[in-house]
């Protein structure tokens, strides 16, 4: 098999998304996968782009239930309470958000492919999930948030980074295959 970019270089590997031969100079290693550079390419957009949705949704989502539970707490006559009750909101808000997912990706794992799933929510009850969630995203949501900041950052460094790498890339192999019609990879 050969690779798709470059026909005259023998593929070493094969893209895990579409299946395409490509050679040492084409290949991308994430953790899971070896992508070629469009797969690789679209799979760092959505990356991007799923990591700038979490960091403008958990101020939305926090600031709308912190707001919710200080006006609560004034229409109630809280008093000093108010004082405990907005920060106390604003971290089981930030804690539930970043746990959630995972916490549902593992029940329904578990349960959901079944009849009973329901059932079992039911009789374990959503403020059960709610609270394992909060309890994870207690000690993951900091890392998570920090984490997608940091790719929302650099994510157009790394998009340009990686377009100049493919760019060269085809120029050398373009070179070379006029010099002496093929490629030698080190």
């Known amino acids: 098999m050969n ?18 031969g490509i050679c040492a100079a ?7 996968a070896t992508l070629c550079f469009p797969c690789y390419e679209s799979l760092l957009r959505a990356e991007i782009a799923r990591a700038k949705r979490s960091t403008v949704g958990v101020w939305i ?3 709308a239930i912190t707001l919710y539970a ?6 109630n006559q809280g008093g ?6 907005i920060p106390l909101a604003f971290a089981l808000s930030w804690c539930l958000f970043w746990g959630w997912m995972p916490v ?17 929510l039911l009789l374990f009850g959503f403020v059960l999930l709610v609270g394992i969630a909060i309890l994870v ?10 984490d997608a900041r940091r790719l929302v950052a650099n994510g157009d460094l790394m998009l340009a980074a990686l377009t100049l790498r493919h760019r ?6 373009e070179n070379q295959v006029r010099t002496n019609g093929s490629i030698t990879w080190e």
């Open 168 to 173: 060269d890339v085809q120029r050398i192999s």
């Open 137 to 146: 995203g207690a000690g993951t949501g900091i890392q998570r948030y920090n």
């Open 3 to 20: 690779c798709f970019a470059h026909p005259e270089t023998d593929a070493v590997a094969q893209c895990s998304r579409c299946r395409k």
């Open 70 to 75: 200080a006006i609560s707490s004034v229409a």
């Open 61 to 63: 989502f926090t600031g």
């Open 26 to 32: 084409c290949t991308h290693s994430t953790d899971a």
């Open 104 to 120: 549902w990706k593992g029940f329904t794992r578990t349960v959901g492919g079944c009849i009973i799933g329901p059932a079992v």
């Open 80 to 85: 000093g309470t108010i004082i405990l009750v």
